[in-house]
């Protein structure tokens, strides 16, 4: 069974949402037989190619409040990100364009397969919602796919072309065909759809039902209780709820 995640590195309810999807997973009877590849989604495509803004001051400037405001949001999500076992420190992050971390999410799947892409995802994450690192920056990309095996020359080869940049696109292209507006996105088999940072509970649900389903139709699972409906981003920015 193949499950297709669209989803951004610099999206706080995408990494959320990784690790209540990875606890469902483990305890998945047929995980063996599940692959999981990552598809691009940019929350920002307008956002600076090399960032100098922080991400609290973006923020504040995109909502109103300035730095405080900004601040505030960011601490929202983090608390909900530590109920997961993250802990984010991401608020003084450059506010960049991630296109080039997409590009190389997908040089990481032609060259290692789903594995390599997975390993190289969690890295990037981890890099920014941990490390505060800036997704704009190619030394950053250059470090990080260092550390999870990639090959230097074939990431300052992609780095210094536009090579994957069209697969990026088809990405885009097709979270536009599914209705896709914000993410994490989550594509089970071309049979269900889970959209948000869902509980464990709701993604067990969704690949049990996906396992045992034959129908092709694309159908929604349900969604979150009332009380948790803080869970995806989008261009508009990321639904938080006070904690």
Not at 40 to 47: T, Y
Not at 55 to 65: H, N, S
């Amino acid at each position: 069974m193949r499950i297709e995640i669209w989803s951004d590195v610099v999206c706080p309810w995408c990494y959320i949402g990784k690790r209540r999807f990875e606890q469902a997973l483990a305890e998945f009877p047929h995980r063996d037989e599940v692959e999981v590849v990552y598809r691009s989604f940019e929350l920002d495509p307008r956002a600076p190619e090399q960032g100098t803004e922080a991400v609290v001051e973006a923020l504040g400037r995109k909502y109103g409040g300035g730095p405080v405001a900004g601040r505030q949001m960011v601490d929202r999500v983090t608390a909900v990100a530590a109920e997961t076992g993250l802990t984010f420190d991401f608020a003084d992050a450059a506010h960049s364009r991630t296109l080039d971390a997409h590009r190389l999410l997908h040089l990481a799947l032609a060259e290692g397969g789903p594995a390599l892409q997975a390993a190289f995802k969690e890295a990037l994450l981890a890099a920014y919602f941990t490390g505060a690192r800036s997704m704009g920056d190619h030394n950053v990309l250059r470090q990080v796919g260092g550390s999870v095996g990639l090959d230097a020359a074939r990431v300052d080869a992609v780095l210094g072309s536009e090579e994957f940049a069209d697969d990026v696109q088809l990405d885009l292209a097709e979270a536009r065909e599914l209705g896709i507006s914000g993410v994490p996105f989550y594509v089970l088999d071309r049979r269900l759809a889970v959209s948000g940072a869902q509980s464990a509970e709701v993604f067990t649900e969704a690949l049990e039902r996906a396992w045992g389903e034959s129908r092709p139709a694309l159908r929604m699972v349900s969604t979150v209780p009332a009380d948790d409906s803080g869970t995806a981003c989008g261009p508009d920015g990321c639904d938080v709820q006070p904690v």
